[in-house]
């Protein structure tokens, strides 16, 4: 009889850590990066949510630039 190991499911807020560094990205640049280097195809507002999540934490910081938020760690 087989035993099933069920994986973790990664969550947004650790995808959207991944693609972060010192460069400031907006919401939708990470939405793109996020497909390009892994295939995750995750919806625009729940990136969003998530960045704030993380915000919110101290996780990540933002800027405000021409009236647009960009996140960076």
């Given at each position: 009889?087989e ?7 990664i ?5 959207i850590?991944?693609?972060?560094n010192n460069q400031?990205?907006i919401?939708?640049e ?5 497909k ?13 949510v998530n ?13 405000k630039?021409n ?7």
């Amino acid at each position: 009889m087989e035993t099933k190991i069920k994986k973790q499911k990664i969550s947004v807020s650790e995808k959207i850590i991944k693609v972060l560094n010192n460069q400031p990205k907006i919401a939708e640049e990470i939405r793109k990066e996020l497909k390009d280097q892994f295939g995750f195809s995750e919806r625009l507002e729940d990136i969003r949510v998530n960045l704030l999540y993380l915000l919110r934490r101290e996780k990540v910081k933002r800027k405000k630039e021409n009236g647009v938020y960009k996140y960076y760690i």
